[in-house]
């Protein structure tokens, strides 16, 4: 039998599964496709690490590693919904709630000092961050705003905020002894194992981490971004936002990267209350309030010193007197430096720029923005929209062409910023990356407080990545544009590979590129602005800024892009859309029993997932399926049924009966399978029949407070009554099973 990887992960991400599972088992079941739930969310993937400390009934398969190991099947076919990227604060958060069910799971602790504490430490360290993206993605990614998704915002556009040429908006970005001007990069020309030393100013030698194999033909990156060059830049944004009168905000990847992110929040933090860390950072330092885990925590930390309230009333003065700060919410006091992951770069910045180039202050008005991006790698990409906005005005959605991505991060590619080859320097000396014979690949010098970081990126990923471009311009008749940096070693050395490898394919006829981030942007939004498309082939991280710029300014959301992972060893990952505003979306099923989440994304990846059943099971059955599924998301789109903002209006619940609606109408009609017609005109005629009463009974159910039993580890029962209110409509999808 076929077999459908369903993906339970987070937030509104999985209360929108509650609704919509039921909908794809009962469809898809008649065609003899069965569909699996596989925790990947937060909360199993923490209880995962912990069996030995839990019942027989408390303990879950590690649903994680079991995927990654199918992903280098030819038999895997996984619907992977956006998940929890965990920072601290969220990993504490899920920690104290899963105790509070009755788990024994041990506390995360910031500075562990018994064996018990740090074996902890260790196993939490495999949950945090982008820990599920790298173990699935054994693929490359190819995303792209699917047709009738581009052709109905051409009709129904979304609101574009208007540009001034006078904004003083800006990025800010280090020039020097960031990580892209101090980056060192090797192609290994045998397998080998690396090791990775730290040389005390005495000689005394160090292992940062056990030694790590490598293959023949990898690219192993090293650099240091060091810390008096960052504390001088961020004291200088400080300074130019009060001076310029404009907000300041920061922008930055504290999911992805990981270990070296939070750090440079911390140092963020830091330099805005600077005057209050000249005062009390030793007794905040000793407290573990080092702004890492943004002011929100330090905020949360002072009950419990003796002169809390003298040191709140410091930092309440350094936000009166310092520059503006970018507001997360503006009612709630959360600023742009609460928490490290509530301000993510790719979606802050395109969602800015989408704005008029504006965030939102402490009055909940909008205002010209200093967004500080302190490593210099990506920061011209925005820089460059910005610019071309104030020249050239707001895009226009109604006339905008399209930038899909091709994007290189098979078998953990260019893991930039993450734990395992991260390293916050603890003193002054030099870090060396060494081959068995002792000799140095790679070499810094390196100071306290310095970030030394290491990526490692194989060739069979490399040379996936060429030809999924070639691919990609030679069906869809576009240009392709490698996006890589001459001012990097890394993108130097990929920059060498891509032409030896494009040489294995015929190109003839194909426009393909490299150009620098800089160039390949401008080029983009030049051919945007005249309606015509473009490729870019990007690195990881790229891939994740491009795959939310351009398509929140094309679709004004990136959940609405279609994103499929072809699978090196012949199965296929189709993923759903981003999850960045997935909080907010609980907090009003929680207060309203309204969830605004759009499960575009999942129709879209289900269609896709469906022709691969087709393709590689030999069942016709699916591609009916799949092609019958795409006519109802058009039509769905077509007809207003995405899910509205306000409550008391269609929501993700009433989306998914639309569209379950509409696919039965669709398989009933078309002549391509009698047995599947035949099956779906009685289901057709029900929900037909019954649309006015269920389209009522989810709308009144509305409006209420409601109580899901948990966050992060909701309850099966009280979930699923709350997302499956409608008693009619679950009658007549059981009813198909």
Not at 602 to 624: C, G, I, K, P
Request: with cysteine; net charge negative.
């Amino acid at each position: 039998m076929a077999k459908i990887i369903w993906t339970r992960t987070d937030e509104a991400p999985l209360l929108a599964t509650y609704s919509f599972k039921p909908v794809v088992e009962a469809f898809v079941g008649t065609a003899g496709i069965d569909v699996e739930t596989r925790d990947i969310s937060l909360a199993g993937r923490i209880l995962a690490q912990f069996p030995d400390r839990l019942t027989d009934e408390q303990r879950v398969d590690d649903a994680l590693t079991e995927l990654g190991e199918l992903a280098k099947t030819p038999e895997a076919n996984i619907i992977k919904l956006p998940n929890i990227s965990a920072s601290v604060p969220q990993l504490k958060a899920a920690i104290t709630e899963l105790q509070a069910q009755g788990y024994d799971i041990p506390d995360f602790v910031d500075s562990p000092q018994t064996e018990d504490e740090k074996e902890a430490r260790k196993r939490y360290s495999v949950v945090m961050g982008s820990a599920v993206n790298p173990v699935l993605r054994e693929g490359n990614s190819d995303r792209r705003a699917p047709e009738a998704v581009k052709n109905f915002v051409k009709k129904n556009p979304h609101r574009m905020g208007e540009w001034s040429a006078d904004s003083r908006t800006n990025v800010a970005t280090m020039a020097a002894d960031d990580f892209r001007h101090n980056e060192q990069s090797v192609i290994l020309p045998e397998a080998d194992t690396l090791s990775f030393v730290h040389v005390a100013a005495d000689g005394t030698e160090t292992k940062l981490r056990e030694d790590l194999p490598v293959l023949k033909g990898e690219v192993v990156d090293g650099t240091v971004l060091r810390a008096a060059a960052l504390k001088k830049f961020l004291a200088e944004q400080v300074k130019r936002a009060k001076e310029e009168g404009i907000l300041f905000s920061v922008h930055m990847k504290a999911t992805m990267m990981k270990v070296s992110d939070p750090i440079i929040f911390g140092y963020v933090v830091r330099a805005f209350f600077a005057d209050v860390f000249d005062k009390y950072g030793e007794q905040l330092e000793a407290a573990g309030l080092n702004g890492e885990n943004g002011l929100g925590a330090i905020l949360d930390g002072l009950g419990k010193l003796d002169n809390g309230a003298e040191i709140r009333a410091a930092f309440d003065e350094a936000l009166a007197n310092g520059p503006d700060l970018a507001m997360v919410n503006s009612a709630k006091g959360i600023t742009n430096l609460h928490v490290p992951s509530d301000v993510i770069v790719d979606a802050s910045m395109p969602a800015m720029i989408r704005t008029s180039g504006q965030m939102w202050n402490k009055d909940d008005q909008t205002q010209d923005t200093l967004a500080v991006i302190p490593d210099s790698s990506y920061a011209g990409v925005f820089q460059t929209v910005i610019e071309d906005c104030k020249a050239n005005g707001a895009f226009d959605p109604t006339t905008m062409g399209t930038v899909p991505n091709v994007g290189l991060m098979a078998q953990k590619a260019e893991e930039y910023g993450s734990h395992d080859k991260t390293f916050r320097i603890e003193s002054d000396g030099k870090v060396e990356v060494r081959n068995s014979a002792g000799e140095a690949l790679l070499a810094h010098d390196v100071s306290e407080g310095d970030i030394w970081r290491a990526c490692q990126t194989k060739d069979a990923p490399i040379q996936d990545w060429v030809k999924l471009a070639v691919d990609r311009a030679r069906i869809s008749g576009m240009p392709a544009v490698f996006w890589l940096d001459p001012e990097r070693a890394h993108d130097r050395n990929l920059t060498a590979l891509v032409e030896k490898y494009l040489a294995d394919h015929d190109t003839e006829g194909l426009d393909i590129r490299i150009l620098s981030p800089v160039e390949a942007t401008q080029l983009s939004v030049d051919r945007i602005r005249r309606g015509e498309d473009t490729i870019s082939v990007t690195g990881n991280v790229l891939r994740d800024y491009n795959t939310d710029l351009f398509p929140i300014l094309e679709l004004g959301t990136s959940a609405k892009m279609l994103s499929v992972v072809p699978l090196m060893a012949g199965g296929g990952l189709f993923e759903t859309g981003a999850g960045g505003s997935a909080p907010k979306h609980v907090e009003q099923v929680t207060s309203e029993n309204h969830l605004r989440w759009d499960s575009l994304g999942e129709f879209l990846a289900l269609a896709e997932s469906l022709r691969h059943v087709s393709r590689t099971q030999d069942n016709a059955q699916a591609a009916v399926l799949a092609d019958a599924l795409d006519q109802s998301t058009e039509k769905l789109l077509a007809e207003g049924k995405s899910p509205s903002r306000k409550v008391g209006e269609i929501d993700n619940r009433g989306s998914h009966f639309y569209l379950a609606a509409y696919w039965a109408e669709a398989l009933a009609a078309q002549s391509d399978d009698a047995a599947l017609a035949e099956k779906f005109a009685p289901v057709a005629a029900a929900l037909a029949e019954n649309a006015a009463a269920i389209d009522k009974e989810l709308i009144d159910n509305q409006g209420v407070s409601v109580e899901l039993g948990g966050y992060y580890a909701p309850s099966e029962e009280k979930t699923s009554e709350v997302m499956r209110p409608s008693a009619k409509f679950n009658e007549i999808i059981d009813g198909l099973k």
